[in-house]
T-cell receptor
Framework: GAGVSQTPSNKVTEKGKYVELRCDPI?????LYWYRQSLGQGPEFLIY????????DSGLPNDRFFAVRPEGSVSTLKIQRTERGDSAVYLC???????????FGNGTRLTVT | EDQVTQSPEALRLQEGESSSLNCSYT??????LFWYRQDPGKGPEFLFT???AGEEKEKERLKATLTKKESFLHITAPKPEDSATYLC???????????FGTGTSLTVIP
């Protein structure tokens, strides 16, 4: 079956602009996670959804970051007033339940110029 | 604080030269320890889950083991296609987050 799909695969934006990153999880997976990965680092937790609700958003760095999952499937990560420090690969992962292994997409590489 | 440390940061092996990667962890009640493989430009690919000390899992040339403080990923007779970054992650009973280490970059030379 289809895996986790993330679009776009690459996004270049100017400092101060708004961006949206999309994640299509594996069908039937109720848990969805966003992670951020910088070069040479492991994935860093941002937010976790169980169904439609954000069960844990403690990893969001500040209020410029926001994520939604309105129908319990597709999720969008939104970043306002982007800064150069936001440049990274944003990874989305889904799982059958909260304690099942994560299945990752290939990420969106965000570059803020 | 829940924490994962992986060593070495990088490892170069000759084809056929077996070795082990280490993942040390500190977690308030381990729910599971997970190993992933990540190729350049790709997302991490799930390999194994280990839940309790003494547990072992195998897949082809890879074998993962778990103690109360660390996990090892043993690579037997590696091939060049095993070259990748191997990530370890833990999940605690008290939360839903997966905490990742910084990975071991493995290069297998033909």
């Amino acid at each position: 079956g289809a895996g986790v799909s993330q679009t776009p695969s690459n996004k270049v934006t100017e400092k101060g602009k708004y961006v949206e990153l999309r994640c299509d999880p594996i069908s039937g997976h109720t848990a969805l996670y966003w992670y951020r990965q910088s070069l040479g680092q492991g994935p860093e937790f941002l937010i976790y959804f169980q169904g439609t609700g954000a069960a844990d958003d403690s990893g969001l760095p500040n209020d410029r970051f926001f994520a939604v999952r309105p129908e319990g499937s597709v999720s969008t990560l939104k970043i306002q007033r982007t800064e150069r420090g936001d440049s990274a690969v944003y990874l989305c992962a889904s799982s059958l339940s909260y304690n099942s292994p994560l299945h990752f997409g290939n990420g969106t590489r965000l570059t803020v110029t | 604080e829940d924490q994962v440390t992986q060593s070495p940061e990088a490892l170069r092996l000759q084809e056929g030269e077996s070795s082990s990667l280490n993942c040390s962890y500190t977690v308030s009640g381990l729910r599971g320890l997970f190993w992933y493989r990540q190729d350049p430009g790709k997302g991490p690919e799930f390999l194994f889950t280990l839940y309790s000390a003494g547990e072992e899992k195998e897949k082809e040339r890879l074998k993962a083991t778990l103690t109360k403080k660390e996990s090892f990923l043993h690579i037997t007779a590696p091939k060049p296609e095993d070259s990748a970054t191997y990530l370890c992650a833990v999940q605690a009973h008290t939360g839903n987050q997966f905490y990742f280490g910084t990975g071991t970059s493995l290069t297998v030379i033909p």
